[in-house]
């Protein structure tokens, strides 16, 4: 049983059609990328299987349950606990420390405080960021603020890792050590990765290519 299943999502703003018809299905535990011109819908697709916005129509099957049955209480653990984001530009809050804005999320539901810091102690040992967790986010470089972001979004362990061109701040070298850790993180904690880039190169290390056009998956 896939993971998420999209069948025939539209979305449009106002009379503007972005998405035209999308037909989808994504696995557990497996990794997508996504790759298309700028304005062709990528972030839109992704806002939609986050849950951060709502099709005009259409159905967003998450486990085999209906996104659109969700109640708030349910959406927001939806987006909090089983989805995991990270953006292209950091969302980290200038007025707390590196740690505190990872476990930002954890203070928002029932979880295990204790468990969760020494996973992102541990997360932070392995991508290089034990030092920066006590400082803000802006005494930080472009890459180690985005390795921050992958730790916030990996904290609580989600099925679902959406990534919005999560390396296009970063050069070369970093995108490559990123993209590398996103997909050794996600399989570790057996989550399905879906990027969105538009490097070629980054798109052909994946196994399945996902080409949007004009709102429309290309074959
Ligand atoms: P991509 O991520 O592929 O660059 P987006 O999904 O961000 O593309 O945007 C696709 C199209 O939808 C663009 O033409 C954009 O201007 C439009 N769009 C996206 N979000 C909104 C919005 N909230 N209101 C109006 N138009 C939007
Ligand atoms: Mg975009």
Redesign the pocket.
Same mark, same amino acid.
């Given at each position: 049983m896939a993971l998420v299943e999209l069948s025939d999502i539209r979305k449009s703003?106002?009379k503007?059609n972005?998405l035209g018809g999308i037909n989808l299905s994504f696995g557990k535990e497996r990794e997508y990328v996504i790759q =298309?011109? +700028?304005?062709? =819908?990528? +972030?839109?697709?992704?806002?939609l299987l986050g849950g951060l916005?709502t099709p005009s129509s259409g159905k967003v099957m998450i486990d085999n349950m209906d996104l659109a049955h969700f109640g708030d209480e349910e959406l927001a653990k939806y987006r909090n606990t089983f989805v995991g984001f990270v953006f292209q530009f950091h969302f980290l809050l200038s007025s707390l420390n590196c740690l505190d804005n990872i476990l930002l999320p954890s203070k928002l539901g029932d979880f295990d405080e204790s468990a969760i810091k020494n996973r992102v102690l541990e997360l932070a040992h392995f991508l290089g960021v034990s030092h920066s967790l006590e400082k803000n986010p802006f005494e930080l470089s472009g890459g180690e603020q985005q390795r921050i972001n992958i730790i916030r979004a990996l904290s609580l362990k989600p099925k679902l890792l959406l990534c919005?061109?999560p390396t296009g701040s970063l050069d070369s070298e970093n995108s490559a050590k990123v993209i590398g850790l996103l997909k050794k993180l996600s399989k570790e904690f057996g989550a399905t990765l879906v990027l969105?880039t538009h490097n070629g190169e980054i798109a052909s290390t994946f196994d399945s290519i996902i080409n949007?056009q004009d709102?429309l998956i290309k074959a």
């Open positions: 703003f106002g503007v972005v =298309g011109a +700028s304005g062709s =819908g990528k +972030s839109t697709l992704l806002y916005d919005d061109e969105v949007i709102g």
